[in-house]
Each structure stands twice: as structure tokens, then as C-alpha cells.
């Protein structure tokens, strides 16, 4: 199929979900991040850029060392599932993120 190789992926799997969350979590830090940088004062800013930088810095490793999978036509049935895995995990890193982002923001 056009020279490019198909491989299963897999949301179920805890290494996939793992990487989904955690890439989540990474993209929040850095909105997060980014937004008290721009709109806080003083600590508050700071403790922004070190979100910012440890969102972006925390996503590029973990893609580093994770990498993505290709594509692949799969059942309809196993997209659903695939799709409620693949929400949850972002969902969260999500929470996770924001919590950590309140967390700052709080003792600051």
C-alpha cells in the first residue's frame, strides 16, 4: 500500500497509554505554562516558564524515546474501544496536568 509499512496499534496497551497520557500531560503543562507566563507577576511568571520548559522538555523526551506508530484500517468495534482508551488517557493527563498547574499557582 503505497510503500509504507502498516503496524497494530494498540490503545489497550499499556506502554500506547502510557504514551498518551503523558504527551497529554506535556501539551497541558505547556498551555498551562504559557498562559501564567503571559497573564501572572513575579513568582507566578517564573513558575510559568518552568511549566512551559517542562512541558515542552518532558514531551520531547518522552517522543524521543517512545516514538509513534503508523496507521491501520481496523474493525469498527475496535475503534470505539480504541477511541474510549484513547479519551481516557487524555482525559487523565489532563486532569493530572491541570492539577499540577493549580498545585503551582496555589503556593505561589
Known sequence: ??????VDFNAIDAWTFVTILVLTFSLFLV???AFTAYFGSGKSRK???GLLGGGVAF?????LLGG???YI???MLTVVLQSIV???AAAIGAVL??????LAIMKS
Open 31 to 33: 498551555i498551562t505554562g
Open 59 to 63: 514531551g520531547i523526551v518522552w517522543t
Open 86 to 88: 484513547v479519551l481516557s
Open 47 to 49: 513558575i510559568g516558564g
Open 68 to 70: 509513534f506508530g503508523d
Open 97 to 102: 496536568a491541570i492539577g499540577l498547574f493549580l
Open 1 to 6: 500500500m503505497g510503500g509504507k509499512e502498516m
Open 73 to 75: 484500517k481496523i474493525p
